[in-house]
């Protein structure tokens, strides 16, 4: 069940990635080292990013 989740974290961790333009292998690998808390992170961080981001 574990495993289920981290995979399942790190395919969402891809997708956000990809479609915020981060790097998603970077992204990927640390979701799957550190945990699903990280795709909550990583998405806190790309709002941030485009709310502050200088157009």
């Known amino acids: ?3 289920l989740l981290l ?3 790190a395919f969402a961790s891809f ?3 990809e479609e915020k333009g ?3 292998i970077i992204w990927t690998v640390v979701t799957a080292v ?3 808390t990280t795709l ?3 998405y806190l961080l790309s709002c941030y ?3 502050y981001a200088v157009k």
Do not use: T, Y
């Open 49 to 51: 990013k485009d709310k």
């Open 15 to 17: 997708k956000l990635a």
């Open 22 to 24: 981060q790097n998603k």
């Open 34 to 36: 550190a945990g699903p």
């Open 1 to 3: 069940m574990i495993l």
């Open 7 to 9: 995979a399942l974290s």
């Open 40 to 42: 909550a992170v990583q």
